[in-house]
């Protein structure tokens, strides 16, 4: 069972209603949720500031997910408006500080862009209004294969009538174009009051055209697909390779250091030579003492 | 043997403002989720629901609810349920928890929901009593539902519940 994600949830500094947001994400069931800065304009030099800290949460506000020994995980995500003549550079800067980042394409040339170079997760398109550009087939399925994905807001369409019609309008107008794959659901909330269950807003998607398998992906299993392309291309080089530094490594993965497997229990004859043993191994690692290489595997989502 | 098949939605009523009891009445929540099918699915919805639909329990203290719809035409009521924002002046939505074919599947879910929620609440405790009056809730709900004859059994005020 997926876990369910809200990868849009609008940063405020109002703490107060922020942190009412994230009590009733976690009493309604969501698990990971990923905090919107959105930047509308790059004109200025220091529009993209660097991932503030997490917001940390009461144990109060932890413990309807404490009581079923779940985490709660909270993701930084950045939303930049691209209009065509501006290109920004996402690889480096205090961009790469968010856990997630997204594009919101103004112009063909730019969902264009998006689709087939930029180096993002998620296209959000703002279906509040009538679409500036038809979307067509060919960008979105450069998309889909890449593994970038499509996010629908549905808390407009709870706040406005108007902006309900164009949504379900322009989420059809994409859906006839990706047939439901790479779809994420998620809110972009002002307020507490605005938030759904996942179950209610996977049912969301039968009015977006997506069947029930699908909309019930769109706000789990999709959502995870996010997060994880977002990892892999944060950390891992060419999707396959990631460095991490040995004093760095989790707990869990501690076994791999060859420093520490002298002091692990060995299965098996224990009398053999430990030291010999080791020489015999064909670690990658013998010219990089300080650095580990961590082979990652990355699981595609068929 | 022809008979209606039927869906039943259980639903949980979410204030803003967290009450001990929601004086509200079944009508009223009818009158709601018949307007948010109208306006979401228009005369279609809303005659394709209006002889199936029923709220047939309501609970102010919980505030849970449970609607009857028609089992071919249950998407049309669920997916406009996350469009209520109010009922009368107050302020709420609804949080679906549970689809079920029997009013009996939903009482079984919502048995192991209040334990769940006593859970929760044993967390949320602050003070040594509020914590031995959760406690003394979940072990009271757990034996009703082994014991037949639970008049018999009695529980002296200095059992010692803590840890």
């Known amino acids: 069972m997926a876990k369910f994600h809200d990868l849009n949830v609008p940063y405020t500094t109002d703490v107060k209603t922020f942190k009412q947001i994230l009590k009733k994400s976690i009493e309604l069931g969501y698990e ?54 501006q290109t920004y550079r996402l690889g480096s800067g205090p961009a790469q500080s968010y856990d997630i980042l997204a594009i919101q394409p103004t112009s063909e040339k730019a969902f264009q862009l998006a689709c087939t170079q930029l180096e993002i997760d998620i296209i959000s398109i703002n279906m509040t209004e009538k679409l500036p550009f038809p979307i067509r087939l060919p960008p979105v399925k450069a998309a889909i294969e890449r593994g970038v994905h499509f996010e629908i807001t549905y808390a407009p369409a709870i706040r406005d009538t108007t902006a309900r019609r164009n949504i379900i309008s322009n989420a059809l107008s994409l859906y006839f174009m990706c047939k439901g794959k790479n779809v994420i659901l998620s809110s972009d909330v002002e307020n507490a009051m605005e938030v759904r269950g996942p179950y209610d807003v996977a049912n969301l998607g039968f009015l977006f055209g997506l069947n029930e398998a699908q909309s019930k992906d ?23 390779l990631s460095v991490t530094k040995v004093t760095d490594v989790a ?42 290489v961590k082979k990652k595997k990355r699981k595609l989502k068929t | 043997m022809v008979r209606f098949k039927n869906r039943y939605l259980l639903c949980e009523l979410v204030l803003e403002k967290d009450c001990l009891v929601y ?46 719809v028609r089992r071919e035409y249950y998407k049309l009521l669920w997916s406009s349920i996350p469009f209520i924002k109010s009922i009368g002046r107050q302020k709420l939505f609804f949080h679906s928890l549970h689809i079920g074919g029997t009013i ?14 006593l859970a929760v609440l044993l967390q949320k405790c602050k003070t040594q ?23 018999n059994v009695k529980h002296t005020e200095d059992d010692d519940f803590s840890d």
């Open chain 1, 32 to 85: 990971v949720v990923a905090v919107n800065h959105v930047v509308t304009s790059l004109a200025k030099k220091d529009a993209v500031k660097e991932a503030p800290a997490h917001v940390p949460l009461d144990d109060e506000i932890l413990a309807p997910l404490k009581v079923k020994a779940k985490t709660f995980r909270q993701l930084s995500r950045l939303t930049v408006t691209l209009k065509d003549t």
């Open chain 1, 218 to 240: 769109a706000v789990s299993m999709n959502c995870r697909s996010v997060v994880l392309h977002a990892e892999t291309r944060r950390n891992t080089a060419k999707a396959a």
């Open chain 2, 23 to 68: 004086p509200i009445e079944q009508k009223e929540v009818y009158y709601v989720v018949r307007q948010a099918i109208e306006r979401c699915h228009g005369d279609y919805g809303a005659g394709v629901t209006q002889g199936g639909m029923n709220v047939k329990y309501l609970n102010v203290y919980t505030k849970t609810v449970l609607i009857r």
């Open chain 2, 129 to 151: 009593e509020e914590r031995k009056a959760v406690q003394r809730a979940t072990i009271h709900c757990t034996w009703l539902k082994g014991l037949s004859n639970f008049e």
């Open chain 2, 104 to 117: 009996r599947s939903c009482q079984k879910f919502l048995v192991k929901y209040g334990q769940q929620q």
């Open chain 1, 251 to 292: 707990e869990k993965h501690k076994w791999k250091v060859r420093e520490n497997r002298a002091a692990m229990p060995t299965v098996g004859d224990g009398d053999k030579d430990k030291s010999s043993d080791s020489s015999q191994d064909d670690d990658t690692d013998s010219d990089a003492d300080d650095h580990h």
